[in-house]
C-alpha cells in the first residue's frame, strides 16, 4: 500500500516536470532517460524499483547503470511491458569500474568524521574517471537522442550531470540516501547546522554546543572541499574525455528541477524540506515472495524463530576478525530453539565446530526473508536500505 503510494508521487513528479518544462503530453508515455553511475548495488535497488515503476505506467525508460539484468557491454537490450507498452532498456556500465562491494571491516571502521565524508567524494572522482576513461557513454552523448526527461543520480559527484544536461531535456536529481552535505542548497534546500546532523555524523536533532560547533565546521569545510577540489576535478575529467560540454558541471547541478530522495519523515529527525525535494523512503516495498525450498525448510524448522544476520552488500561476512566472528558463531550456536541465517560470501567456515542451527549463505532475498514470520531479528550494520526493508 505505502509503495504504491509513493510510486504515483515519483510518477506524478515526474510527469509534472516533464509537463511543465516541454508542454506536450504523448499517448504512448515519455521518453525518459535515468542515469545511474555508482557502483553500489544497494544503491541501485532503490533505482531499479523507480525505473520498472515508470514502465509500468507506459514510460519508455533508457536505464545507464552497472547492473544491466543480462549484458556485459554497452549494447543495449530492450524489454517490453506487455500491458501498458513502456518499455526497459539496459545501457550498460558493467565492468567500467569494480562494482562497490565486500570491502573489509578494517576498510570502513576507523575513519574519522572528516576523513569517511572525504573518501566518499574521492570515490566519486574516481567513479566519474573509470567510467569516462572506459569510453561506454561516448555513443549515447554523441548521438545526442531525444529524452523528454532526464534522471541523474545525484551522490558523490556532479561529473554525470553535465553528462545529463546535454540532452536539452528536464533534469531531475536521484538518490538512494539522504543528500549529502556538498549538496546542501539545492532546490531550495537550507543547510541548518544547528539541530539537523550531517548524514553521516553520530548526532541528533538535540546537540550539544561542542556537537553542532562540529557539525557546521564539516559542513563548511566539505562545500568548500567540493567547490575547489572535487567539483573542478570532475569538470576536467569530463572535458579530457568527451571534449568541452555545453556548460560546466557547477551550471549543471544548478539545472536539477527536483530531487527524489530515499528518505522518509517518520525515519529521522524533524527538517525543513522545500517543495523541490519529494521523499520516497518505502518506494521498494512490494509484496513478498516466497522462500526457496531449502530456505523455507529452514525458517520454519526454528521453533522459537529465526535471526537473520546481514552486512549488507557492502562488507563481506569473512571479513571479520575471526576471534570475533567465531565467538559470534558458538554463541549463535548456543541458543535453543532458534535457528540463524548468515549472509556469508566465501567458504563455509569452521567445519570443525558442528552446529545444527547455524546456516551460512551468500546471498539472500532480504525483503523476502524479513516478511516471513517465522524470523524474529534482524542484526544488521546499519544500512538505509536494511532498516526500510525491516520496517
Given at each position: 500500500m505505502m509503495g504504491g503510494?509513493?510510486?504515483?508521487?515519483?510518477?506524478?513528479?515526474?510527469?509534472?516536470?516533464?509537463?511543465?518544462?516541454r508542454g506536450h503530453v504523448t499517448a504512448t508515455g515519455y521518453?525518459?532517460?535515468?542515469?545511474?553511475?555508482f557502483s553500489g548495488k544497494s544503491h541501485f535497488y532503490m533505482f531499479r524499483a523507480i525505473?520498472?515503476?515508470?514502465?509500468?505506467?507506459?514510460h519508455d525508460v533508457t536505464v545507464v547503470s552497472h547492473f544491466p539484468e543480462t549484458l556485459s557491454s554497452p549494447k543495449q537490450q530492450q524489454r517490453r511491458d506487455s500491458a501498458t507498452n513502456g518499455s526497459y532498456t539496459d545501457?550498460?556500465?558493467?565492468?567500467?569500474?569494480?562494482?562497490?562491494?565486500?570491502?573489509?571491516?578494517?576498510?570502513?571502521?576507523?575513519?574519522?568524521?572528516?576523513?569517511?565524508?572525504?573518501?566518499?567524494?574521492?570515490?566519486?572522482?574516481?567513479?566519474?574517471?573509470g567510467v569516462m576513461s572506459s569510453g561506454r557513454l561516448d555513443e549515447l552523448v554523441r548521438n545526442r537522442a531525444r529524452f523528454d526527461l532526464v534522471l541523474v543520480e545525484v551522490f558523490n559527484t556532479g561529473c554525470f550531470a553535465l553528462v545529463a544536461n546535454q540532452f536539452g531535456a528536464p533534469i531531475i536529481g536521484i538518490t538512494s540516501t539522504s543528500l549529502y552535505p556538498w549538496y546542501s542548497g539545492m532546490v531550495g534546500d537550507v543547510a541548518t547546522p544547528s539541530y539537523v546532523p550531517l548524514n553521516l555524523l553520530p548526532f541528533t536533532s538535540r546537540m550539544t554546543v561542542k556537537e553542532r560547533l562540529i557539525n557546521t565546521v564539516i559542513l563548511m569545510t566539505l562545500k568548500i572541499y567540493y567547490k575547489y577540489k572535487?567539483?573542478?576535478?570532475?569538470?576536467?575529467?569530463?572535458?579530457?574525455?568527451?571534449?568541452?560540454?555545453?556548460?560546466?558541471?557547477?551550471?549543471?547541478?544548478?539545472m536539477i528541477n527536483a530531487v527524489i530522495m530515499n528518505t522518509h519523515f517518520a525515519f529521522?529527525?524533524?527538517?525543513?524540506?522545500?517543495?523541490?525535494?519529494?521523499?520516497?523512503?518505502?518506494?521498494?516495498?512490494?509484496?513478498?515472495?516466497p522462500l526457496s525450498?531449502?530456505?523455507?525448510?529452514?525458517?520454519?524448522?526454528?521453533?522459537r524463530g529465526v535471526i537473520y544476520f546481514s552486512m549488507g552488500s557492502i562488507i563481506k561476512?569473512?571479513?571479520?576478525?575471526?576471534?570475533?566472528?567465531?565467538?559470534?558463531?558458538?554463541?549463535?550456536s548456543q541458543l535453543k530453539g532458534y535457528k540463524v541465517l548468515w549472509k556469508w560470501e566465501d567458504d563455509t567456515p569452521w567445519p570443525e565446530v558442528p552446529s545444527d542451527n547455524v546456516m551460512f549463505v551468500p546471498w539472500m532475498p532480504q525483503f523476502d526473508v524479513l516478511n516471513h514470520p517465522n524470523v524474529k531479528l534482524f542484526i544488521s550494520h546499519g544500512g538505509l536500505m536494511g532498516i526500510q526493508d525491516a520496517l
Open positions: 503510494r509513493w510510486i504515483a508521487v515519483i510518477t506524478t513528479t515526474v510527469l509534472l516536470y516533464t509537463a511543465r518544462d521518453n525518459i532517460l535515468a542515469i545511474f553511475p525505473s520498472q515503476a515508470l514502465v509500468a505506467r507506459g545501457y550498460s556500465l558493467a565492468g567500467s569500474v569494480p562494482v562497490y562491494e565486500n570491502f573489509t571491516t578494517d576498510e570502513l571502521i576507523g575513519n574519522g568524521y572528516l576523513e569517511e565524508f572525504l573518501i566518499i567524494l574521492q570515490d566519486g572522482v574516481d567513479n566519474c574517471e572535487y567539483e573542478p576535478k570532475a569538470q576536467e575529467i569530463v572535458n579530457k574525455y568527451l571534449g568541452d560540454m555545453n556548460g560546466t558541471v557547477s551550471e549543471a547541478m544548478s529521522g529527525f524533524a527538517r525543513p524540506l522545500p517543495p523541490g525535494i519529494i521523499e520516497v523512503g518505502g518506494c521498494t516495498y512490494k509484496s513478498p515472495k525450498e531449502d530456505l523455507e525448510r529452514f525458517v520454519t524448522s526454528a521453533e561476512g569473512a571479513s571479520m576478525p575471526m576471534e570475533r566472528s567465531l565467538a559470534m558463531f558458538r554463541a549463535f
